[in-house]
């Protein structure tokens, strides 16, 4: 499969401030343009780690990530980098789709889809995902697994999902293993939780029990598009890691003044023939204005 992406079709300049800026008051926004690119093994390997240990958070710890960037980099026509000096820099943001029956033998493939199938059997409503990935020889399940630096907008993520079905309809064309009955996206989320920062001088007991209450139960997103992707899905939820954060690690993770914010996975299982769509969705709903 012979293919380079039209790097000059998919181009996006979004601001951001000036940290060198002297005051709040005198902030200049810099003019940032985004290029799309193949993964590249010669350039893309150390951000491509970097940026699988943020999606995995704590439990990055529990797989062997040097290995997934391989996997991930052993297909080079098939997923993209986000990047703003040019190609030959650390990725700011990536997207890919692993073929879990094909790549089944692989021992970082096999530990994370242990992994997944024990998360989801934790979670009633994903237990669906556990059965379809222990049913492999009937499922052919893409793993899709995408993640940016916090600041990059979300605005990068439309062309990648839309390069992506490009090149699976090219991949299926040239007989590659990429006919998939499902799409499973790998994600996390994040909750409020109550600050311990200072907690006993900030305010009463009670007030901090209450408080304890109402916290908590909202979910955020760290990927605004998954509440969009979820539209479209047959599955989807949330689930606490494996590893436990150490305490006050909430609050370096710290969003607002009251809350620090405690992150969590998340699954979203869409059958293949609703894909597509949920891509003209994503689309849509992030189309720059």
Do not use: C
Request: aromatic share 10%; proline share 6%.
């Amino acid at each position: 499969m012979a293919k380079r992406k039209e790097i000059e079709d998919a181009r996006l300049e979004s601001q951001f401030p000036d940290e060198s800026s002297s005051s709040d008051e005198d902030t200049d926004m810099l003019d940032v343009e985004f290029e799309w690119f193949d993964p590249q093994p010669e350039y893309d390997f150390h951000g491509l780690k970097t940026l699988l240990r943020q999606l995995f958070d704590v439990d990055a710890q529990l797989f062997d990530l040097s290995a997934l960037a391989d996997t991930i980099l052993a297909q080079p026509l098939l997923g993209s980098t986000v990047k703003v000096e040019g190609n030959a820099t650390d990725p700011y943001a990536f997207l890919t789709v692993l073929n879990v029956h094909e790549h089944r033998e692989k021992p970082v493939i096999k530990s994370l889809t242990d992994y997944i199938v024990q998360r989801a059997q934790a979670n009633s409503a994903l237990s669906p995902i556990a059965d379809i990935l222990k049913s492999s020889d009937i499922a052919q399940v893409g793993l899709i697994l995408t993640e940016r630096l916090i600041n990059i907008p979300s605005e990068v993520v439309p062309p990648m999902y839309k390069m992506l079905l490009e090149e699976i309809s090219w991949a299926v064309e040239e007989k590659e293993p990429y006919t998939f009955s499902h799409y499973l996206i790998l994600s996390k989320t994040y909750r409020e939780i109550v600050s311990v920062l200072d907690q006993e001088e900030k305010r009463p007991q009670k007030k901090k029990k209450d408080t304890e209450k109402q916290s908590g139960e909202e979910i955020f997103y760290f990927h605004p598009e998954d509440e969009v992707l979820q539209y479209q899905a047959a599955v989807y939820g949330g689930f606490e890691y494996t590893k436990q954060e150490i305490d006050g690690q909430a609050d370096s993770k710290r969003a607002f003044q009251e809350f620090g914010i405690k992150p969590q996975g998340h699954m979203i299982l869409i059958e293949a023939p609703k894909f597509e769509g949920a891509v003209r969705a994503l689309e849509e709903f992030l189309r720059p204005s």
